[in-house]
């Protein structure tokens, strides 16, 4: 393993953007990454919780094992992230501070994937899971602060384009291995293959700075650690208002992305194998909107050295597309949104993303921060599901339609996805609060 290093500090502010075969393996690091987690949430949890819950009569309905599965490991992501990337700001190695945790994030979580291949009950699931995330987390972690670690300011707009895309890509290409496989094994196996292979490039030449060797770490205290994961809203209050406007269009996203398996064969009524196979045509429309808008509308980002216009109006798109799936619940009005969603998402991975980087803290913690910033982006990974869940458990109890196998308008989908609505639309109102970043 080789790598070229920068002739400048660690802590320095990038000014030289990096070359393009830098670029290239991040963002295929990126794409492997997230076909790892996205192969398994979109498609493969959602049949394994099918599947399990059949064998366990008396057990809980797969919609209550699926929202457990991805419970569980989002609030595992929600530690872990912050977590790995204080480690990873901390960490000496002639690798840098980065690479270390790439590696053993990537080696692992394949191997937890294995795991999930196996398991045939609902605790195992979790476990499985639940490890999945501990290790994919600690190379997303390195992965994320890479960016801020060697890309000028001017230049990450465009940056976080092609990661958005990598990022759609991936899960473009998690659900269709989910889906050519054939069954739910060999999705796992195939899909940990593909993500070590993907790691390779950016491994290999990762241009990671290491930390000088006059700079003095302080003894790990574990107190210490726990409470730099506050940032204070008095002392940063941009990071605030950043953190708060992710956490709220992310928890209107999952709301609506969590149960869009079981909307598809519930709600409008297609088969299993057909629910897969047109899940695969909606994420095709979204990458495809995705790629389209992505790349153009963060270079463009840079351009004007703009960011809460493009954070503002792509909250609110994501938001329309929610409402889309609640109110036109057909076919075509999935389609719509489907495209809605990606040119909104798209642009709102981007330039938010680079926004973020523009308010952390200080360049000593820029892992941890970011890490800190993911909270953002896992904590509603773990309030959607049961959030979702709770409504339409609550809508059933009360007497309204749910399951209608496309019969009939269901108002328990409905509720969810107007709610997920209100949520991305309130985050997108309250980046208008952030100051330091035009």
Not at 92 to 116: E, Y
Not at 226 to 231: L, T, Y
Not at 326 to 343: R, S
């Amino acid at each position: 393993m080789t790598t070229t290093v920068p002739t400048r500090s660690a802590f320095d502010d990038p000014v030289d953007a990096p070359p393009a075969r830098w670029v290239g393996a991040l963002v295929l690091l990126n794409l492997g990454l997230m076909a790892g987690w996205f192969g398994p949430i979109q498609v493969l949890l959602a049949q394994q919780a099918a599947d399990v819950a059949a064998a366990e009569p008396g057990g809980m309905s797969k919609e209550a094992l699926l929202a457990v599965v991805l419970f569980s490991g989002a609030a595992v992501s929600l530690v872990a992230n912050p977590v790995w990337g204080a480690f990873s700001d901390r960490t000496r190695s002639r690798l840098g501070r980065r690479v270390p945790w790439i590696l053993g994030g990537v080696v692992l979580g394949a191997a937890s994937l294995l795991l999930l291949s196996m398991a045939d009950s609902g605790l195992w699931m979790v476990v499985a899971w639940s490890l999945v995330q501990l290790s994919l987390n600690a190379a997303w972690a390195g992965g994320v602060a890479a960016v801020p670690d060697q890309v000028p300011v001017p230049r990450r707009g465009l940056i976080g384009g092609l990661i958005a895309i990598a990022g759609t890509v991936g899960v473009l290409l998690g659900i269709k291995i989910a889906e050519v496989t054939g069954s739910i094994a060999q999705g796992y196996v195939a899909i940990a293959v593909v993500m070590l292979l993907l790691s390779v490039p950016y491994l290999l030449g990762s241009r990671d700075i290491p930390l000088p060797p006059d700079h003095e770490l302080a003894p790990m205290d574990w107190k210490r650690l726990v409470r730099s994961f506050w940032v204070s809203p008095r002392e940063h209050p941009d990071f605030a208002w950043a953190w708060l406007t992710r956490f709220l269009v992310n928890l209107g996203n999952w709301i609506a992305l969590n149960y869009l398996y079981y909307f598809l064969t519930d709600g409008l009524g297609f088969g299993d194998d057909d629910a897969t196979a047109r899940l695969g045509v909606l994420v095709l429309i979204y990458g495809g909107c995705t790629v389209a808008t992505t790349v153009v509308v963060g270079h463009w980002s840079d351009r004007v050295g703009r960011r809460k216009v493009f954070v503002i109006w792509s909250g609110a798109l994501i938001g329309a597309s929610s409402l889309v799936l609640g109110l036109w619940q057909a076919w075509p009005g999935a389609l719509l949104a489907a495209a809605v969603l990606g040119a909104g998402f798209g642009v709102y991975q981007a330039v938010d993303f680079a926004l973020i980087t523009q308010v952390l803290p200080g360049a000593g913690d820029r892992a941890k921060d970011l890490g800190v910033i993911n909270i953002a982006s896992a904590l509603p990974q773990v309030l959607a599901p049961a959030i979702a869940g709770l409504l339409l458990v609550a809508v059933r109890e009360l007497g309204g339609s749910v399951a209608t196998q496309g019969e009939s308008w269901s108002l328990g989908y409905g509720v969810v996805y107007v709610v997920g609505f209100a949520f991305c639309v309130l985050g997108s109102v309250f980046v208008t609060r952030i100051r330091s970043v035009a």
